[in-house]
């Protein structure tokens, strides 16, 4: 292992989240809120500050180029993201809002990992600047905090493309451009350039340029955390319900597509079969949803059905979170298509968390070319996506990666279930942690939160969040032997 150089990258991080703590602690400073509140925000900016002086003192008289191994690779995004998610924990305990430093990191483990399960009780009794913090580990952490150092510090060379394949979400990475670099700034322009088109839909449907940016940051990371205990739904606009549904599947989409459709590549955004398949599963899902709301009356008139069946449809496919009401109390048809789109997610390439549609896809062909082989078996079948054939090793991947998260899944029900909690509480808390969607049902319904669990049971969750958002592999590789003595 070449710990100087992991060390050198992880200053690099924590340079960027103490640059962001600052600009938020001067934000503080003109909201006129006390003291303690922007000293608590100055203080981890510090410290990070501190860290990457002293790796840059170390390392200064070294000209090793910072390329990575595999394994160096997925240690570094590991500890990023746990790095990143203890630091920006600081403020909430040193301000006092939230007393509780596991609590405070499974708040930010949360942010990071777009997951958007919250402890917090009252979540308007929180300073602006710390919410707007909170917003922000969300934004960081939707495209990724280890793609934003791949796009800055290009000098990471081949090791960059590395880093980004163990944080991105998907199965791989499209390189739309020959420097990994360059893609990974690519993505970036475009995430900031939705963030922003949302940001100003917002303040014309009538929201304040402060929850605009923070639903903003929200939405594009496929989030969830708002300004408002009662979520999206307090704003109480149908305008704004279609605006964040609209940018939610956005975000859900590979952002691959966005780069070709802004390219002017039109057709081959509506002809991919991973993006056809997703926006069919929301469409069929609110269509679904919308006509059983309807049956029950539970909103007046089908539109209104529509409007709320949409926006959830979108929230928990493309794992956001948000809430316009509480679903848990929907009709049970209903609830049982919002469990179902929890199993899938966003597609690859997105900011979305879950299984993925593109896996979704690779086993339903897997299974037929199975079967097709079985009544013919000496025919010879290949799998096909966008009419391109499928390598073996990403179908064992796909294969291998499904087990895992449905294992990592089965033992979360277990130890959920020790703390003594109901069966629809352990599951959906499971699903909503591991697919990083944020609300379930049960407990840990839209309307109530994860305050109630122990801390040891928080402490798992959080765990699983990071699993959920590195795409299992990368952490679990961690805690097997060969990865240590090879």
Same mark, same amino acid.
């Given at each position: 292992?070449?710990?100087?150089?992991?060390?050198?990258?992880?200053?690099?991080?924590?340079?960027?989240?103490?640059?962001?703590?600052?600009?938020?602690?001067?934000?503080?400073?003109?909201?006129?809120?006390?003291?303690?509140?922007?000293?608590?925000?100055?203080?981890?900016?510090?410290?990070?500050?501190?860290?990457?002086?002293?790796?840059?003192?170390?390392?200064?008289?070294?000209?090793?180029?910072?390329?990575?191994?595999?394994?160096?690779?997925? =240690?570094?995004?590991?500890?990023?993201?746990?790095?990143?998610?203890?630091?920006?924990?600081?403020?909430?305990?040193?301000?006092?809002?939230?007393?509780?430093?596991?609590?405070?990191?499974?708040?930010?483990?949360?942010?990071?990992?777009? &997951?958007?399960?919250?402890? =917090?009780?009252?979540?308007?009794?929180?300073?602006?600047?710390?919410?707007?913090?909170?917003?922000?580990?969300?934004?960081?952490?939707?495209?990724?905090?280890?793609?934003?150092?791949?796009?800055?510090?290009?000098?990471?060379?081949?090791?960059?493309?590395?880093?980004?394949?163990? @944080?991105?979400?998907?199965?791989?990475? @499209?390189?739309?451009?020959?420097?990994?670099?360059?893609?990974?700034?690519?993505?970036?322009?475009?995430?900031?350039?939705?963030?922003?088109?949302?940001?100003?839909?917002?303040?014309?449907?009538?929201?304040?340029?402060?929850?605009?940016?923070?639903?903003?940051?929200?939405?594009?990371?496929?989030?969830?955390?708002?300004?408002?205990?009662?979520?999206?739904?307090?704003?109480?606009?149908?305008? /704004?319900?279609?605006?964040?549904?609209?940018?939610?599947?956005?975000?859900?989409?590979?952002?691959?597509?966005?780069?070709?459709?802004?390219?002017?590549?039109?057709?081959?955004?509506?002809?991919?079969?991973?993006?056809?398949?997703?926006?069919?599963?929301?469409?069929?899902?609110?269509?679904?949803?919308?006509? @059983?709301?309807?049956?029950?009356?539970?909103?007046?008139?089908?539109?209104?059905?529509?409007?709320?069946?949409?926006?959830?449809?979108?929230?928990?496919? &493309?794992?956001?979170?948000?809430?316009?009401?509480?679903?848990?109390?929907?009709?049970?048809?209903?609830?049982?298509?919002?469990?179902?789109?929890?199993?899938?997610?966003?597609?690859?390439?997105?900011?979305?968390?879950?299984?993925?549609? /593109?896996?979704?896809?690779?086993?339903?062909?897997?299974?037929?070319?199975?079967?097709?082989?079985?009544?013919?078996?000496?025919?010879?079948?290949?799998?096909?996506?966008?009419?391109?054939?499928?390598?073996?090793?990403?179908?064992? @991947?796909?294969?291998?990666?499904?087990?895992?998260? =449905?294992?990592?899944?089965?033992?979360?029900?277990? *130890? *959920?279930?020790?703390?003594?909690?109901?069966?629809?509480?352990?599951?959906?808390?499971?699903?909503?942690?591991?697919?990083?969607?944020?609300?379930?049902?049960?407990? *840990?319904?839209?309307?109530?939160?994860?305050?109630?669990?122990?801390?040891?049971?928080?402490?798992?969750?959080?765990?699983?969040?990071?699993?959920?958002?590195?795409? *299992?592999?990368?952490?679990?590789?961690?805690?097997?032997?060969?990865?240590?003595?090879?």
């Amino acid at each position: 292992m070449h710990w100087k150089t992991l060390l050198r990258l992880l200053s690099i991080v924590t340079a960027i989240l103490s640059f962001c703590l600052f600009v938020i602690a001067g934000f503080s400073f003109f909201e006129h809120e006390p003291l303690s509140v922007t000293k608590s925000l100055l203080v981890p900016a510090l410290l990070g500050i501190i860290f990457f002086i002293i790796m840059w003192i170390l390392v200064r008289k070294e000209r090793q180029k910072m390329l990575l191994t595999n394994r160096e690779g997925f =240690l570094f995004v590991s500890l990023s993201w746990l790095t990143a998610s203890l630091l920006s924990a600081i403020p909430f305990t040193l301000s006092g809002y939230i007393p509780s430093y596991v609590d405070a990191v499974f708040e930010t483990v949360s942010g990071f990992t777009t &997951t958007g399960a919250s402890i =917090l009780t009252n979540i308007e009794a929180l300073p602006r600047s710390l919410l707007l913090w909170r917003a922000t580990t969300h934004w960081l952490g939707g495209m990724g905090i280890v793609v934003l150092t791949v796009a800055i510090f290009p000098l990471l060379g081949f090791g960059g493309l590395r880093l980004m394949e163990a @944080d991105a979400p998907g199965p791989s990475v @499209d390189r739309i451009t020959p420097r990994i670099a360059s893609t990974a700034k690519i993505f970036w322009f475009i995430y900031l350039g939705l963030t922003v088109a949302e940001t100003l839909l917002l303040v014309f449907g009538g929201m304040t340029l402060y929850d605009a940016i923070c639903h903003s940051f929200a939405t594009l990371a496929t989030g969830g955390f708002s300004t408002k205990n009662l979520s999206v739904g307090y704003f109480n606009s149908a305008y /704004i319900d279609v605006v964040i549904t609209v940018f939610m599947f956005l975000a859900g989409a590979n952002f691959t597509l966005h780069f070709r459709f802004l390219s002017g590549k039109i057709k081959t955004v509506l002809k991919d079969a991973e993006f056809r398949a997703y926006f069919l599963i929301f469409a069929i899902s609110s269509l679904i949803i919308a006509i @059983d709301l309807s049956i029950h009356h539970v909103f007046p008139g089908f539109f209104n059905s529509l409007r709320f069946a949409g926006f959830q449809s979108s929230s928990i496919l &493309t794992t956001t979170g948000f809430a316009t009401a509480d679903f848990s109390l929907w009709p049970y048809a209903s609830q049982i298509v919002l469990l179902f789109l929890m199993f899938i997610g966003g597609c690859a390439g997105s900011t979305g968390g879950g299984i993925k549609v /593109i896996r979704i896809i690779i086993l339903a062909k897997m299974a037929f070319t199975e079967m097709r082989y079985l009544t013919n078996p000496k025919g010879v079948y290949s799998i096909f996506v966008n009419n391109k054939p499928i390598r073996k090793n990403v179908v064992y @991947d796909t294969a291998a990666f499904v087990f895992l998260y =449905l294992v990592i899944m089965i033992i979360s029900f277990v *130890v *959920v279930g020790i703390g003594g909690y109901d069966i629809t509480t352990s599951i959906t808390a499971t699903l909503a942690t591991l697919g990083n969607i944020g609300p379930g049902f049960g407990l *840990v319904g839209p309307a109530l939160n994860y305050a109630f669990f122990p801390d040891w049971i928080k402490l798992w969750l959080a765990f699983i969040m990071l699993v959920g958002r590195l795409e *299992v592999y990368t952490v679990l590789i961690l805690f097997t032997r060969r990865f240590w003595h090879s």
